[in-house]
């Protein structure tokens, strides 16, 4: 997953491969600090998106990626370069990134300074002052050395020759706190990684893994020169080297060039003007030249781990003569979320090359082994819990546990298998009560306890159980329903063309409940009102009934009870106030406050759209449309007068941009909420929601492009106004998407209303 930042580094935007975000192809984060010529530092980023998103336009100038890597840390790309393509009949955007410290370096000019004793930390200062990024940790190393830094260059040019100067690691990167970027950082070390004891064994392992060597660039007397002094005279190491201006290594000579000949070659340091730094420097070139150089390129999924940039690796090679057995390390990572086959490993021997002796071997497997039972203990999961009601258990009222499950900082909670939360419950004697752990087998997330654990310890597992969401639908699920009739029945006036506000299906009785905003004659000096109409399931109309000052008509509940149909709804009083009100479907009626047909719930203080989940028994109300508030109430509570929410949530625990997008409409199969959202113009993404409301987690998201052959627009105007279900006879859910669409008239006015039902998949489903 990948967060879009935008020019003031705010998010703005989420690409997800799951549904919660604007999906992505062929993204490859590649980030290297070494290679055969020595240290170095690259972080890239390339990335393709689709058409159709609101994240699309987000990949362009002035806006960013971030992403959490393995290692903990957050990492922000700058996008530099992007393009748009057609692969098949798919139109993306592809853009390449880089590592936001980098892009600030690049765009600092370094003023002309010579020092003639610089430390690292006096020399990566100077040329980050100004730049804005800051340096967090830094190691003390080098000692000092003379260096001139030339008019023209940029910051990022210096770090490049500071970085092999000093033989340094850099790690660039950024702090978030509340979805801001709030410090850029670059840390500087002598050494990133750790040594978690892995191992790979070439004899072995050689599937996923591909071994390079080559002996060009192998010398064993090397000539060391560095810049041009103050007298024009190259400096050499011959004063403090007994008047020779090269270094050899006989041993090396010996091992692989059989006493032969020295190999020789010749490496340049223009930045060194002191001769000892300059011998110090040339015999650490020495331990890079003095051998042949492997590589090992390893296929991740093949290691069975993640490996960080840095870390240290045992490689035993036994194909080798002499059998090699080194301490390699991790050079370059190549990682890819959407095509996992691209991410690779590369080992090198840039560093020294630390021997090991046979008998060491048995210790590095030992060493491997631990690790691999480490790793099998471990678990990816983070576990959050939550308890709503309190933790006094000894009250005897029931209380309620649920647990939140993160991978990283990616809420994976939807992705669990019920039977993989394993609940324990320990008695105050340290023994399992294995008789109440069996009645809680496969219940999932929530659990809901009483006075029956007081003294006891509870706990929740989870099993290895990360896998596809539980529900998920895409467009493609979609399909026509009906329209509302366009027409006006024979001997009607007053007729209502505007916007389907919601829709209702009761399909055991085969009728369709549609509201539309109300403005005509019967309104009066009422503020806001809606007409119901009531079709058959194609949607010719039957009859209808007004509900003045009833509010906009953007949410409502249905529930038949012993022949008659009643509709719950907000109502607004002839004092301006809200209440919650279920009231009788009559033909052509015109209700008004007051009539004996309306059951006053509750008195609200705000504007508390409703909706019913009759099947489960709960209400569910939604307050504001920037960041909706939603709360879920038991039903049996507001017959009885009482407004006592058990969940919540709002859109921002779902990643909903309620300042980018139109909210429309919402509706409860507990536990699931539904939510859609998008403007008549499409001037913001087309949406569905849908999330856990106990454990507040994104289930899946649908971004409607209507381009896929299910849902076609008939102009521009095309409004996801509603969003409901029913069940059929089979006991299968059915969601019910309506649209807005314009008239095939475009001078028209009117609007046609279409209902599409989306075949929500259950996992496991054939």
Partial sequence: MYAILDPDLNVCGVLDLNGKGCKFYNDLRSVKIADDQGKIWLDTLQISVPYGYRETEFMAQGYHLLKQANDGFFYCYRIIDWEDDVIGPTHVKNVQAINLVAWKLLHKIVPAKTFNAASSQTAFEYISQG????IGNMDFFGGTKSLEFSAGNNAQYWLD??????SVEIRGYVQVYNGKIVRILMDIVEELGESPGYRLEYSHDLLGLKRTGSDNEMYTKLFVYGGTNSKNEIVTIASVNNGREYIV????NDLYNNGNEFLEGYIVNDSILNPSGLLD???????KYNHPKYTYEVDVAHLGYQPNLGDHIGVVDFTMQPELTISARTIQLDESEANPTNNKVILGEYIEIQAVTPQDIWELRAKASQAAQAAEQAKAYKIEYFTPDGTDFADDSEKRIIIRVYYGTEDVTSKIAKEKFIWIKINAD??????WENAHKAIGNVLTVGAEVVGSTLRCQVDNGLTDPILFATEEDAAYFCTLQMAAPSGWDDFTKSVAQYAQVDNDRGNIYWSQTYTGSKNGTAISSYVITRTDLTGAIKDRMWAINGGHGSH??????????WIWSYYRDNNNKWHIVKFKYQANKVLKWGDSSIVDLLSVNAELRTNLDVRNGYVLFVVGKTDPAFYVCKKSDVLNHHYKPIYTAKGSDINYFGTEQTYQSSCLDYPYVYLTSGSSTGADQRCLYCFDIRSKSLVYRIVYTLDKGTIEEINNHNEPETISYYYDSNGKKWLVQGFAFGNEDIEESQRTNQLFRINEHTRGEP
Avoid: C, P
């Fill in 161 to 166: 020759q500071l970085t092999r100067q000093f």
């Fill in 556 to 565: 409502f509940g249905i529930e038949y009870i012993n022949g008659q149909m």
């Fill in 430 to 435: 340290g023994s399992h009560d294995t008789v």
């Fill in 281 to 287: 420097w040339g015999k650490k070139q020495m331990d």
């Fill in 131 to 134: 730049s804005g990024v800051e």
């Fill in 249 to 252: 290594d006989e041993d090396a």
